[in-house]
């Protein structure tokens, strides 16, 4: 298994709305947690329960992922120390721009829209990267674009301090339970 990947990743959703947006919202994080990330951040509404939900993930199924909510986009983008990735289908393609992203050092933050991405995203992003030039899930996207970005090491990632885990079998469900958290 593997402890962490070398790509520090922070995941940003936007435009966060938790009438429309609440399962989507859910699995977007859940995506980016499973595949390497090891934070996110999101705009929009709010959202004690998203942020209760993706705090009792994390407790029972391990790692250090982080979610913080912030109040503007603006903040984030402009307090970002590394390199901002956006995911949009109006991007360069993404199998011809991982290869450079992948060699930057830079900490990634991966901007992921919502609702309506005001204009000023495309510019303050040093790569505007398309998953598919064609409608599809941000969750996808999300997933797709991690996987490469990490050339498939994501597979393997150990969970530290998990409370449960999957026991692999070809048939039938097995989990393993541990010790609770502190």
């Known amino acids: 298994m593997v402890e ?17 947006d609440k399962r989507v919202s859910t699995h977007l994080l859940l995506a980016a947690r499973a595949f390497g990330a090891e934070k996110a951040y999101y705009t929009g509404t709010q959202d004690d329960s998203l942020e209760e939900s993706i705090r009792k993930i994390t407790q029972d199924w391990g790692g250090d992922f982080k979610l913080e909510y912030a109040s503007g986009w603006k903040q984030v983008i402009g307090g970002w120390e590394g390199k901002v990735v956006h995911l949009t289908m109006y991007g360069i393609p993404f199998q011809d721009a991982v290869k450079e992203i992948r060699s930057d050092p830079s900490p990634k933050l991966v901007v992921v829209g919502g609702a309506k991405v005001p204009g000023e995203v495309y510019g303050a992003s040093h790569w505007n990267v398309a998953v598919t030039g064609q409608p599809h899930s941000e969750v996808s996207a999300l997933a797709l674009f991690l996987h490469e970005l990490y050339e498939g090491k994501e597979l393997c990632l150990d969970f530290p301090g998990a409370r449960l885990n999957v026991v692999p079998q070809a048939k039938g469900k097995r989990l393993q339970t541990h010790a609770k958290r502190v």
């Open 4 to 20: 962490s990947m070398s790509q520090a990743v922070t995941v940003f959703r936007l435009g966060h709305r938790p009438s429309r």
